[in-house]
């Protein structure tokens, strides 16, 4: 790593704050400005092992940020270790000594570009284990910490400040992501003024985003373990809603029609809702009661092209699986990057931003 190279640590104060979404627009805005960037993430924590030649495990999360920025292969660098059980357990019976955030710094060293940005794991604490908490790895390189946090409500402040007590100097500022559009107004007339006064600095108030938000079909097919009955070959579908179709078909179609890109979740024996669901801007029907649907509605979801799934799941399991999948969704389509990246256009501030980062644009 050269002396000139910048490194800014994005951590979060929970599992899937917006990490990705930050990297993916405040690095395509440096790099419009000519800026050269770097990535790392120094622990997995999603992967899959790939066989090429020999078992590669590669971590997810890092190779869709590569892909989705069109890093080069010498801007990348993988995780130097990662959370799996056998890890664990080497360090928690003294057979894993090694020093992780020395080799970290060595990894990174021959790291030639302007800036790089370093990916903390799910929380500001996990990784304690290995000495490479967000905290432990801005200190070991010397590096500030871009803090994002969700909004769930005012006391937000509250963690703020125990976190700036706690970082000091090494934080640089924070994103105060996924804002409610009634907290929007709170955010920006007293959240952020109370921060600025008491010295942290609010580099971006993003709003929440039903497209962000949204989940395709593939992933509710894997959650909820379905069977996919038609249009196996539309799972790529987006669902940004859920809607349970257990009332009497005309007040069911009144409500149907207010909703978009919905999940219905339904009895297999329920005819009339999935004939109406069928006519409304349904992504996929969700059939529960272990009862095949009638081919009435087998053909017609294939005319209009809408995946049916029949799960095993009662219908308030099958809607707590999906309201999880809604909150535990990752960044990984093409029109998720394209969202995140308009977001941070108009919601970040990059001059402020980038008056923390000494680097001399071309």
Same mark, same amino acid.
């Given at each position: 790593?050269? %002396?000139?190279?910048?490194?800014?640590?994005?951590?979060?104060?929970?599992?899937?704050?917006?990490?990705?979404?930050?990297?993916?627009?405040?690095? %395509?805005?440096?790099?419009?400005?000519?800026?050269?960037?770097?990535?790392?993430?120094?622990?997995?924590?999603?992967?899959?092992? &790939?066989?090429?030649?020999?078992?590669?495990?590669?971590?997810?999360?890092?190779?869709?940020?590569?892909?989705?920025? &069109?890093?080069? &292969?010498?801007?990348?660098?993988?995780?130097?270790?990662?959370?799996?059980?056998?890890?664990?357990?080497?360090?928690?019976?003294?057979?894993?000594?090694?020093?992780?955030? %020395?080799?970290?710094?060595?990894?990174?060293?021959?790291?030639?570009?302007?800036?790089?940005?370093?990916?903390?794991?799910?929380?500001?604490? &996990?990784?304690?284990?290995?000495?490479?908490?967000?905290?432990?790895?801005?200190?070991?390189?010397?590096?500030?910490?871009?803090?994002?946090?969700?909004?769930?409500?005012?006391?937000?402040?509250?963690?703020?400040?125990?976190?700036?007590?706690?970082?000091?100097?090494?934080?640089?500022?924070?994103?105060?992501?996924?804002?409610?559009?009634?907290?929007?107004?709170?955010?920006?007339? %007293?959240?952020?003024?109370?921060?600025?006064?008491?010295?942290?600095?609010?580099?971006?108030?993003?709003?929440?985003?039903?497209?962000?938000?949204?989940?395709?079909?593939?992933?509710?097919?894997?959650?909820?373990?379905?069977?996919?009955?038609?249009?196996?070959?539309?799972?790529?579908?987006?669902?940004?809603?859920?809607?349970?179709?257990?009332?009497?078909?005309?007040?069911?179609?009144?409500?149907?029609?207010?909703?978009?890109?919905?999940?219905?979740?339904?009895?297999?024996?329920?005819?009339?809702?999935?004939?109406?669901?069928?006519?409304?801007?349904?992504?996929?029907?969700?059939?529960?009661?272990?009862?095949?649907?009638?081919?009435?509605?087998?053909?017609?979801?294939?005319?209009?092209?809408?995946?049916?799934?029949?799960?095993?799941?009662?219908?308030?399991?099958?809607?707590?699986?999906?309201?999880?999948?809604?909150?535990?969704?990752?960044?990984?389509?093409?029109?998720?990057?394209?969202?995140?990246?308009?977001?941070?256009?108009?919601?970040?501030?990059?001059?402020?931003?980038?008056?923390?980062?000494?680097?001399?644009?071309?």
């Amino acid at each position: 790593m050269t %002396q000139s190279t910048q490194r800014v640590i994005v951590a979060s104060t929970e599992p899937y704050s917006g990490k990705s979404a930050v990297l993916l627009g405040v690095v %395509q805005r440096l790099k419009q400005q000519g800026v050269s960037v770097a990535y790392s993430k120094p622990i997995g924590t999603v992967w899959h092992d &790939e066989q090429d030649g020999q078992f590669a495990r590669i971590e997810d999360d890092l190779r869709f940020i590569a892909n989705a920025l &069109e890093l080069k &292969e010498s801007e990348v660098r993988s995780p130097v270790l990662f959370l799996d059980e056998a890890t664990l357990t080497k360090r928690l019976t003294g057979e894993d000594q090694i020093d992780y955030p %020395q080799k970290l710094k060595d990894d990174l060293e021959t790291i030639a570009s302007d800036i790089v940005f370093v990916e903390a794991s799910n929380s500001l604490w &996990e990784g304690s284990l290995f000495n490479l908490s967000a905290g432990e790895i801005a200190t070991a390189l010397e590096a500030k910490i871009l803090l994002v946090i969700p909004f769930h409500d005012k006391l937000l402040v509250d963690s703020l400040l125990t976190i700036q007590r706690f970082l000091g100097d090494r934080l640089m500022g924070v994103v105060i992501n996924k804002i409610p559009p009634n907290a929007l107004t709170i955010a920006k007339q %007293q959240i952020k003024p109370f921060l600025s006064k008491n010295g942290i600095s609010v580099y971006g108030l993003i709003p929440s985003d039903r497209i962000l938000r949204s989940v395709n079909v593939r992933e509710l097919v894997k959650r909820l373990d379905a069977d996919v009955l038609c249009r196996s070959d539309r799972l790529d579908l987006m669902v940004e809603s859920l809607t349970i179709g257990a009332m009497n078909v005309n007040s069911a179609l009144k409500y149907f029609r207010q909703r978009q890109n919905m999940a219905v979740v339904t009895g297999g024996d329920r005819t009339d809702l999935q004939l109406a669901a069928l006519e409304t801007s349904t992504q996929c029907l969700i059939l529960t009661g272990h009862v095949t649907p009638q081919e009435i509605i087998l053909n017609r979801a294939d005319d209009l092209e809408i995946p049916i799934l029949s799960v095993d799941y009662d219908t308030l399991t099958t809607v707590e699986i999906i309201d999880q999948a809604f909150d535990h969704v990752r960044l990984q389509e093409p029109i998720k990057v394209e969202v995140a990246q308009e977001l941070f256009q108009k919601h970040f501030d990059f001059d402020e931003f980038s008056k923390n980062l000494p680097i001399t644009n071309p």
